[in-house]
């Protein structure tokens, strides 16, 4: 039986909205700035939508997770970002979240 | 200004001013970044059409600056929205009886003018019940933005469940003890008077009640159809006396203090005795409001034409006796405020024993164990 290729679009963003934080903050490990990181997730199967990714390194920020710097690159100022303190304990702890989450889903499916 | 400043600006105007820089210049890296990167893969620079396709990728500015927004993305959202459709259905139900009134009115007075009483009434219902959508979006776009969530929001009991049911006009109809009436039996489950135990979900309909009735007094909302009526096909209008114009303020404030009293009871449930004891206050301020409306004598004027009769009474025309008669009057202009001068003594009768059975009632709240 075919399912609707609608609902299952909507399903599969739900079902990713909350891995992108994840995702992200596991990028963030190594200094970045916007654009590359949105390449690395890529690279890595992740596509993320700038509106989506910009926003999100601010609300990081601004939560305490992330710090960054304005730095002059290719002859351009770009705002680099990295994990902060707080980030390195929130990723560890929700990386033990995520497995454990995994592993159950594992069992079920 | 070239297109990507056109973006920008487009952009920039819908941030807040401390964070417009820093975000505009993130996003003009970013625009140039997928600029270069687009020109390596094809080897040249980019034609206009070809820029303008990547700003479309990256999004409309005002999607794009409202993901940049700190507070709620939606006027009311999914936590308050079952709150916010049951406030807009029992205040809607609660227009739709004040037109019936108004309507019935209308009807009793001039049949022949039915068609227009039931425009009237439905312009008045739409209307007031747009600005009743407005104000309970306004209202849940307040508690959304200040992330207010009262106690009965967190800590509902299951017991308190059943008045809920009173957004349901079917369970509404029973509710209200029409079981003669054909409106659909509720299921076991649903809203039965004798049960109705939890006092917020009460305070809460009290309170959109009496909101409605003070943006009414203070002429925020309109009913057409209350101060207007058919007559032997002729328009008759409705005009208040004096006595209302002398009563504005305390009838006002009244309304607000009882509004104050449903508020409280929305949030703290659990102050019941306080809130008796500022229910008699109130309940002996509604009986001296109710004395000097009564004595005052006369209520309001009822005009068509050059002629006007008086919807006026006083103590003698509080007799069962009169009462029998409600029916028989004549249908023409003195006829009809005869009959509606016998309506008002009996309400003011009515409203004053209930007050004084509220003002008992409070009482017995006050003292029990």
Known sequence: ????????????????????????????RTERYGYTLRQAL??????????????????????????????????????????????????AALTDEWRGINASLDKIL | M?????YLAAVAAQLPQDERADITAE??????????????????????????AILREIGHPLVVAARYRKGPDSLVGPELFPYWLFGV????????????IGLFLNLVAGPSDAGQSIAHAFHGFFWSGLTLIGAATLAAAIFEHYGVRPKWMTQWRVRDLGAFGLSDPSTWGAAMGASASTAPKPPAAAWKPAR????????????????????????????????????????????????????FFPILIYALIQMSIHLDGVFRPQGARLRALAEIGVAIGGLWLT???????????????????????????????TLRTLGDGTRDLVGVASTLSVVMVWVLAISAISLVFKIFGAAWRLVRP
């Open chain 1, 1 to 28: 039986m075919s399912f609707d290729p609608d609902l299952f679009e909507s399903m599969r963003l739900e079902l990713r909205r909350g891995s992108l934080v994840l995702a992200v903050l596991a990028c963030l």
């Open chain 2, 27 to 52: 996003l003009r890296d970013l625009i140039l970044s997928r600029f270069e990167a687009k020109e390596e893969e094809l080897g040249r620079a980019l034609t206009e059409d070809e820029q303008e």
């Open chain 2, 2 to 6: 070239d297109m990507i400043d056109r």
């Open chain 1, 42 to 91: 890529a690279a890595d199967g992740l596509e993320m939508e700038e509106s989506t990714l910009y926003p999100l390194l601010r609300r990081l920020e601004s939560q305490g997770l992330l710090d960054s710097e304005w730095r002059e690159e290719e002859k351009r100022k770009k705002r680099f970002y990295r994990l902060s303190p707080a980030g390195v304990s929130m990723l």
């Open chain 2, 196 to 247: 109705k135990s939890w006092p917020g979900a009460d305070h809460a309909f009290s309170f959109i009640a009496i909101g409605i009735f003070a943006l009414w007094w203070v002429g925020v909302l309109h009913f057409p159809g209350l101060v207007r009526i058919g007559l032997r096909g002729e328009d008759a209008v409705i005009t208040a006396a004096p006595i209302w114009a002398t009563l």
């Open chain 2, 89 to 100: 259905k029992a205040g809607l139900l609660v227009l739709l009886v004040v037109q019936a």
């Open chain 2, 291 to 321: 004395y000097v409306i009564f004595q005052a004598g006369h209520w309001f004027t009822l005009t068509v034409g050059d002629d006007s009769a008086r919807i006026a009474g006083d103590w003698v025309m509080l007799s069962f006796d």
